[in-house]
T-cell receptor, first 113, second 113 residues
Framework: EDQVTQSPEALRLQEGESSSLNCSYT??????LFWYRQDPGKGPEFLFT???AGEEKEKERLKATLTKKESFLHITAPKPEDSATYLC??????????????FGKGTKLSVIP | DVKVTQSSRYLVKRTGEKVFLECVQD?????MFWYRQDPGLGLRLIYF???????EKGDIPEGYSVSREKKERFSLILESASTNQTSMYLC????????????FGPGTRLTVL
């Protein structure tokens, strides 16, 4: 069974204080690992896809990295508008699971001015 | 601007009622998904569809059914609503070539009394 564990559950940062969110996963053949951002009362918004160990993707203050067992979402000099819940999800390589994502429970990030 | 829309943002129903939740996407996506999101449990897949009239069970299909008669529309049906189906329901769509990069609707918060 595919599993995704995110840590920490919640993170409070001062504006400008860089940090990382962790996503550990077990999957029967990784097809892709995905990061989403979710604001309160809204649906998740797609951020990144990572396909293989060593791959990195960047968008503004966010950088996602991938190893064979985990992914990190690095947040550099965060601003209050980066406050959100960040979700990690994995997609298996084959079978019915190749269509669906298994999500972690998320990390709720609060950036204090 | 690409969009996934859901028929209602908030819905209140009584136990035993039949409930229809509708989702429409304008991106010509082949895949569509229904999730529910609960505090502490995260996003869980109910059903998905990879083509018109095709459907596959997700992780928690019990008590739900789906219908996809047109490519752009995917409906979730609660045959006899129960209080444990009170939740946030999220619809998503994705292309055949990138099934994991999903676009989500704004969600429907369903309360069953």
């Amino acid at each position: 069974e595919d599993q995704v564990t995110q840590s920490p559950e919640a993170l409070r940062l001062q504006e400008g204080e860089s940090s990382s969110l962790n996503c550990s996963y077990t999957v029967s053949g990784l097809r892709g690992l995905f990061w989403y951002r979710q604001d309160p009362g809204k649906g998740p918004e797609f951020l990144f896809t990572l396909y293989s160990a060593g791959e990195e993707k960047e968008k503004e203050r966010l950088k996602a990295t991938l190893t064979k067992k985990e992914s990190f979402l690095h947040i550099t000099a965060p601003k209050p508008e980066d406050s959100a819940t960040y979700l990690c999800a994995v997609q298996a390589r084959s079978g019915a699971g190749s269509y669906q994502l298994t999500f972690g429970k998320g990390t709720k990030l609060s950036v204090i001015p | 601007d690409v969009k996934v829309t859901q028929s209602s943002r908030y819905l209140v129903k009584r136990t035993g009622e039949k409930v229809f939740l509708e989702c429409v996407q304008d991106m010509d996506h082949e895949n569509m998904f229904w999730y529910r999101q609960d505090p502490g449990l995260g996003l869980r897949l109910i059903y998905f569809s990879y083509d018109v009239k095709m459907k596959e069970k997700g992780d928690i299909p019990e008590g739900y059914s789906v219908s996809r008669e047109k490519k752009e529309r995917f409906s979730l049906i609660l045959e006899s609503a129960s209080t444990n189906q009170t939740s946030m329901y999220l619809c998503a769509s994705s292309s055949k070539s990138r099934p994991g990069s999903q676009f989500f609707g704004p969600g429907t918060r369903l309360t069953v009394l």
